[in-house]
């Protein structure tokens, strides 16, 4: 398959066409040059980094190998000791501290609710909602939330 176009135009255009392809094709070449002096300078850092950063490389033996399994009494602690967390503030979920003011109130509404606790409306209206659909809750005739007991 072959495609032709062709079109007309004066010499001073093509002339001026001409010259900048020609400049367009000088300056990809110079930053074909320049990307390439980077990347021969680039790996010679990088093959200088290796030789000087890496330590000879020898296999160890069977004794080593063992010596460095880790007993139990010097493995890793977990993060959760019992002193961790005696020492952290237990976080409690919105659910949690939406029910224990409801709860400690003996009857609020939700803008109060809002006030107290900063969520916006819509986080108040789902944890009211999981709260009555557990039955923990209900909405009393004048509005307020109570706790069932």
């Given at each position: 398959?072959?495609?032709?176009i062709?079109?007309?135009?004066?010499?001073?255009?093509?002339?001026?066409?001409?010259?900048?392809?020609?400049?367009?094709?000088?300056?990809?070449s110079?930053?074909?040059?320049?990307?390439e002096?980077?990347?021969?300078?680039?790996?010679?850092?990088?093959?200088?980094?290796?030789?000087?950063?890496?330590?000879?490389?020898?296999?160890?033996?069977?004794?080593q190998?063992?010596?460095?399994?880790?007993?139990?009494?010097?493995?890793?602690?977990?993060?959760?000791?019992?002193?961790?967390?005696?020492?952290?503030?237990?976080?409690r979920?919105?659910?949690d501290?939406?029910?224990?003011?409801?709860?400690?109130?003996?009857?609020?509404?939700?803008?109060d609710?809002?006030?107290?606790?900063?969520?916006?409306?819509?986080?108040?209206?789902?944890?009211?909602?999981?709260?009555?659909?557990?039955?923990k809750?209900?909405?009393?005739?004048?509005?307020?939330?109570?706790?069932?007991?």
């Open positions: 398959m072959k495609i032709e062709k079109f007309e135009i004066d010499k001073d255009s093509q002339e001026l066409i001409q010259s900048t392809l020609n400049k367009v094709a000088e300056n990809i110079n930053f074909v040059q320049l990307v002096k980077f990347n021969l300078k680039s790996e010679d850092e990088k093959d200088a980094d290796i030789k000087s950063e890496s330590p000879p490389i020898s296999t160890p033996k069977k004794e190998k063992a010596e460095t399994v880790l007993s139990p009494s010097t493995k890793p602690k977990s993060s959760k000791t019992s002193k961790n967390r005696a020492n952290s503030k237990k976080k979920s919105a659910t501290h939406i029910f224990n003011l409801i709860k400690k109130s003996g009857g609020i509404n939700v803008e609710l809002k006030n107290t606790t900063g969520f916006n409306a819509k986080k108040i209206a789902d944890v009211v909602y999981r709260l009555k659909k557990v039955g809750i209900q909405k009393r005739d004048d509005g307020l939330y109570v706790a069932v007991e």
